[in-house]
C-alpha cells in the first residue's frame, strides 16, 4: 500500500510540474535565421467563404483565394497558376481563419530566410474574452499552447494548427497532389523539413465550441477519489490548482486585460475546463468549410500592397 501511495503521489505531482517547467517558455522568443533571405516571396491566402480579411502587406505579394473544396483542391489552382506565372518557388500558402495583427506576413516571411524551412506557424489568440469561457479558451491558446510551441521551436518539434500555418509550395509539391491528406506536420518532418513558430505574428479568433469528452468527468472524478482514499490528504486539491494559478499569473503578467480577481477564477475553473472539453487547440485540419476554390482578384490592381475580400 505504500508503494502504490508514493506512486500515486508521484503521477500526481508530475503534471504540475511539467507545467511549471513549460511556463519557463513562456518568455523564449524564438528567432528568425538570416531573415534577410527572404526578397521575392508571394503569398496565397486560403480562407473560409464566410471571413472576410485585410492585409497589408508593402514587401510581399498578397493574394487571397476563397475556399471551400478543401484545402487540398486549393492547393491544386494555386500550384497551377504559380506554375504558369513561373513563381513556384518562391510561392508561400497561408491558411488564416480570423483577423490577424497588422505585420503579420512580414513576420511570417523573415522565418521563411531559414535554410530548409518548409512551414511556419502563427500564434493564434481568442478575440472574445467577455465570457469566462472565452478567457478559458484564451488561456488555453495564447499562453499554454503558445509555450508549448516555443519550446517545440527550440526542440524542432513546431506544431501545425488549423488557423495560422504557412507552408511553401515546393515543399507541399515534394508530397504529391494531395499534401494536405494526414498529418502535414510529420509529413513534413519525414521529408527532412523544418517548421518555425513565428511568435510575433499574431492571428485573433473567434472561440471554438467546447466539445465534452463523454468519459473525462467520471475518469477525474475517480482519479481523486482514488487518490484521496490512498493518500489520505487533500494533496490532489493542490496538484489539481497549481498549473491553472500559473498560466492565470502567466497571462496576467504577459498581457494585463483582465482583472486579478477575474483571473483567478479563470485559474481555479482551468483543470475543470480540460477535464471537460475534447478539443485540441493544435489540432492539424485537412479540409476547411466545403464549392469550387475561386481567386480574388490583387488590391487595387496591385499585387504589392493588399488583398481584401469585396
Not at 31 to 50: C, M
Not at 80 to 93: C, P, S
Not at 160 to 165: A, D, H
Not at 215 to 242: C, D, E, F, K, N
Request: proline share 7%.
Amino acid at each position: 500500500m505504500k508503494a502504490m501511495t508514493l506512486i500515486a503521489i508521484a503521477l500526481l505531482l508530475a503534471w504540475p510540474l511539467y507545467n511549471v517547467f513549460l511556463a519557463f517558455f513562456a518568455w523564449r522568443a524564438p528567432r528568425p535565421r538570416q531573415p534577410e533571405h527572404t526578397t521575392g516571396l508571394h503569398f496565397w491566402i486560403v480562407i473560409p467563404a464566410s471571413r472576410e480579411l485585410a492585409l497589408d502587406s508593402p514587401e510581399y505579394p498578397v493574394r487571397t483565394l476563397v475556399a471551400e473544396d478543401g484545402l487540398n483542391a486549393a492547393y491544386q489552382l494555386i500550384r497551377d497558376t504559380a506554375f504558369e506565372q513561373g513563381i513556384e518557388r518562391r510561392t508561400v500558402i497561408g491558411v488564416l481563419d480570423g483577423q490577424p495583427e497588422p505585420g503579420l506576413i512580414a513576420e511570417v516571411a523573415r522565418y521563411f530566410g531559414g535554410r530548409n524551412v518548409g512551414a511556419v506557424q502563427c500564434r493564434v489568440r481568442i478575440h472574445a474574452q467577455t465570457s469566462l469561457l472565452g478567457f478559458l479558451q484564451n488561456l488555453e491558446f495564447a499562453v499554454v499552447g503558445d509555450s508549448s510551441q516555443r519550446m517545440r521551436d527550440l526542440i524542432g518539434s513546431v506544431e501545425l494548427g488549423e488557423n495560422g500555418q504557412f507552408v511553401r509550395l515546393d515543399a507541399l509539391a515534394r508530397l504529391g497532389d494531395r499534401p494536405w491528406s494526414g498529418s502535414l506536420e510529420h509529413r513534413l518532418y519525414q521529408a527532412g523539413m523544418s517548421i518555425r513558430y513565428a511568435t510575433d505574428a499574431v492571428i485573433s479568433q473567434d472561440a471554438p465550441p467546447v466539445r465534452l469528452g463523454k468519459w473525462a468527468p467520471a475518469v477525474i472524478s475517480g482519479a481523486l477519489v482514488a487518490v484521496t482514499l490512498l493518500t489520505g490528504t487533500y494533496v490532489w486539491l493542490a496538484a489539481l490548482l497549481v498549473p491553472g494559478l500559473i498560466w492565470g499569473l502567466v497571462h496576467r503578467v504577459r498581457f494585463g486585460d483582465s482583472s486579478w480577481w477575474r483571473t483567478l477564477v479563470v485559474s481555479v475553473l482551468y483543470p475543470i475546463y480540460l477535464g471537460l472539453r475534447r478539443r485540441s487547440p493544435t489540432c492539424v485540419t485537412n479540409v476547411v468549410p466545403s464549392a469550387q476554390p475561386r481567386l480574388l482578384p490583387w488590391a487595387g490592381g496591385n499585387p504589392g500592397l493588399s488583398a481584401r475580400r469585396p
